[in-house]
Nanobody, 121 residues
Framework: QVQLVESGGGLVQPGGSLRLSCAASGRIFSIDVMGWYRQAPGKERELVAHITSGGSTNYAPSVKGRFTIARDNDKNTVYLQMNSLNSEDTAVYYC???????????????WGQGTQVTVSS
């Protein structure tokens, strides 16, 4: 069993910052890409950022320059530092990881339960 547990969401004023964390635990042999997605009310889930095991990153154009993704491979944890937040960043943020749990299960995508981020004055 693998679990992804997110933390760090909440209510923040426009222009403020939040830091999300997501820790993977369980039967983990290896983790490939880790990332963050978000889903706003009435919209589809979208990629925010992802990071490979080697540290290569990719960001959605809407967050580039404001958000920073990082990971600690020893702790199986991925972080999302969010700065200069605005109302359009309001969404449920989900952690995602591609994890190898051994044979015969192989590689699978796992998701966290989601954490609410609300940007409002």
């Amino acid at each position: 069993q693998v679990q992804l547990v997110e933390s760090g969401g909440g209510l923040v004023q426009p222009g403020g910052s939040l830091r999300l964390s997501c820790a993977a635990s369980g039967r983990i042999f290896s983790i490939d890409v880790m990332g963050w997605y978000r889903q706003a009310p009435g919209k589809e889930r979208e990629l925010v950022a992802h990071i490979t095991s080697g540290g290569s990153t990719n960001y959605a154009p809407s967050v580039k320059g404001r958000f920073t993704i990082a990971r600690d491979n020893d702790k199986n944890t991925v972080y999302l530092q969010m700065n200069s937040l605005n109302s359009e960043d309001t969404a449920v943020y989900y952690c995602n990881a591609k994890i190898f749990t051994g044979w015969p299960q192989g590689w699978h995508d796992y998701w966290g339960q989601g954490t609410q981020v609300t940007v409002s004055s």
